[in-house]
């Protein structure tokens, strides 16, 4: 086995260190399970139990080398390490069917100078092209201490990036606050130019979160609730009028959990992306937090998304085969992702549509533009499970958003049909969620009104006029208290993808409801949206945390059924006859909806 003991050169770069767990996480995620269990010491240091070896092939610390040689320029890449006692160090390949490789293998002595190791080139033999990740195995005797252990490359970045973060917050202080401490940290380092928060809640008041927003990179900006899409507009609002005149800006989600070094993995990638391009982070579920909830999302026929990733569980190795072919996605939500603001300057500002679909509508925008959206992989946040959110209004934003980026994107795919959206409503009525079912009414009746009627006056005003129309519906009885049911559902099923066998299961269900109401104990659904394939037109539990402590006890109520069945009925008749009349309205407006203007009359609106 060859030494490696020459002192790393000064012109390398890192591109990716080793991580230690981030506290609180699972090792899992950086560790493979066949790992020794390593301790964190000082500065993030790898101490290795006496006999273990460190393997590295996992989530936050395996290379996805398949990505840097699709979306950069490198031509090489090493290892760079530094330790206190001597190391075996291996870089082993995975290949297409699961096969492995050792690239090298080398022996560092551990003087506590950094030693570097090349182990993979562009000209190197034609086999290497297939590489899809790499990952690094240590073994080492008791009391070594890796100090830092990284893969680098010898060419500088060509990239210049100036980083800004873009926060949207409603009401979640307590969550918040984590999100800036991790944040504060890296202003300390000098690696973010400033951080636009926008506060759409009431004003903080924590003590400890309002002294780190004294911090002078901290820009804090209070305005009525526009929804997600009206803080995260403004933020790129503020991020392209700033004084630091970021190249890059990274919006999230104020309810996630972040490991601060991704940030910088996402800026290290940016500064090598040729072109640049949107990179994209991947959601976790915070209840389950080795659970990924999605890659990244494709369109597909009538608008319906493609969730990539969705519960594949990120501490199982066959999940990382995910990322060893590089791809693009359509879209990526925004609880993590760094878009340059020479895109934002291209594309310009978000539809205000309040919540839901800006992200799908802005990477069609995106795509559009020629800007292709990466979804790199170790840029995980934990974030809450969409699996518990059953708020019936989400139904609305959802269908209505939809159409409005069907309409404005008709060469993306087709306008959905009548019998689609009339399959939209049924399934509400279906699993008893008539909340859900009145939301995608009124939907249907605002998108066939036209833009004034539907995105007027402000979008703090029509979400409080659609919460007053769908409380005419009375809410499910939440049970509280640990539930004890006869039997768990299963979670939700794929749906058939034949319309005609779900439309005669639609059928089936509605008349059995009418005809044959079922005594039996309501069944407990713990995970997912409930589907009329696994609900079968039965009373059930809607759970809404993992631990079924509440659940919503969601029950037939017939009339209630017919009287919602012939409006769905005679809605989806007008939106057979009216859609294409009304998609031409919203493809006429949408291009002065999404103009710097209009959302200043938005804003001052929402101030009166």
């Given at each position: ?516 109401p079922t005594a039996r104990a309501p069944q407990l659904l713990v995970k997912g949206q409930p589907l009329p394939e696994n609900t ?47 998609a031409r309205r919203w493809l006429g407006a949408i291009d002065s909806l999404r103009a710097p203007a209009h959302w200043e009359r ?7």
């Amino acid at each position: 086995m060859p030494r490696s003991d020459a002192p790393a050169s000064p012109a390398v770069e890192v591109l990716q260190p080793v991580l230690s767990a981030h506290p609180g996480a699972p090792d899992a995620l950086y560790f493979a399970a066949n790992s020794a269990r390593v301790e964190t010491g000082a500065a993030g240091a790898l101490v290795l139990p006496e006999g273990g070896v460190l393997r590295t092939d996992s989530y936050f610390n395996a290379f996805f080398l398949d990505f840097w040689r699709a979306r950069t320029p490198i031509a090489r890449l090493g290892v760079a390490c530094r330790a206190q006692g001597p190391l075996a160090l291996r870089a082993v390949a995975h290949l297409p069917g699961g096969g492995r490789e050792t690239l090298a293998s080398w022996l560092h002595e551990g003087q506590r100078h950094e030693a570097l190791h090349w182990v993979w080139a562009r000209n190197d033999a034609p086999g290497t092209a297939t590489i899809g990740r790499i990952h690094l195995e240590v073994e080492a005797p008791p009391g070594t201490v890796i100090e830092s252990l990284a893969y680098v490359t010898d060419l500088a970045p060509p990239n210049p990036v100036t980083l800004s973060v873009g926060l949207c917050t409603f009401e979640r202080e307590i969550h918040f606050e984590k999100t800036v401490e991790v944040l504060h940290a890296l202003l300390e380092s000098a690696d973010l130019a400033r951080v636009h928060v926008v506060n759409q809640g009431r004003s903080f008041h924590r003590p400890r979160l309002l002294e780190r927003l004294r911090h002078p990179a901290f820009s804090v900006i209070e305005q009525a609730n526009l929804g997600g899409t009206g803080g995260f507009c403004r933020a790129m609002l503020e991020a392209s009028g700033s004084a630091e005149q970021p190249t890059h800006l990274l919006i999230m989600d104020d309810d996630i959990e972040l490991d601060p070094r991704i940030v910088l993995r996402a800026k290290t990638f940016a500064s090598y992306a040729v072109p640049a391009c949107v990179i994209g982070g991947q959601a976790i579920e915070l209840e389950s937090r080795t659970r990924l909830q999605e890659v990244g999302g494709m369109l597909g026929p009538d608008w319906m998304t493609r969730t990539l990733g969705r519960d594949a569980d990120l501490a199982e190795p066959a999940t990382l085969a995910i990322w060893d072919r590089s791809f693009t996605v359509d879209y990526n939500a925004w609880w993590f992702c760094l878009m340059p603001m020479a895109a934002i300057a291209r594309c310009g500002l978000p539809a205000p549509v309040f919540l839901h679909g800006d992200d799908i509508e802005y990477g069609c925008r995106l795509g559009e533009a020629g800007i292709e959206i990466v979804p790199l992989p170790g840029l995980g946040v934990w974030h809450s499970s969409f699996r518990y959110k059953h708020a019936g209004q989400i139904s609305y934003y959802d269908l209505r958003n939809m159409l409005i980026n069907a309409a404005s994107h008709p060469n993306v795919s087709n306008l959905p049909g009548p019998v689609f959206v009339l399959g939209w409503v049924m399934h509400g009525l279906l699993v008893h969620r008539y909340r859900a079912a009145l939301s995608s009414m009124i939907a249907l009746d605002d998108f066939l009104a036209g833009p004034d009627a539907a995105l007027g006056p402000d979008g703090l005003s029509r979400h409080l006029r659609l919460c007053d129309q769908i409380n005419a519906v009375p809410p499910p009885v939440l049970r509280k208290g640990v539930v004890q049911a006869s039997l768990t559902l299963a979670p939700a099923a794929q749906a058939d993808p034949s319309v005609l066998r779900q439309a005669v299961l639609y059928f089936r269900l509605f008349w059995r409801i009418l005809l044959w109401p079922t005594a039996r104990a309501p069944q407990l659904l713990v995970k997912g949206q409930p589907l009329p394939e696994n609900t079968l037109g039965h009373s059930y539990l809607l759970a809404t945390g993992p631990g079924a402590e509440h659940c919503l006890v969601l029950r037939p109520r017939r009339l209630r059924l017919v009287a919602m069945t012939v409006q769905a009925l005679w809605l989806a008749l007008r939106y057979g006859l009216c859609r294409r009349a009304a998609a031409r309205r919203w493809l006429g407006a949408i291009d002065s909806l999404r103009a710097p203007a209009h959302w200043e009359r938005e804003f001052a609106r929402a101030r009166e």
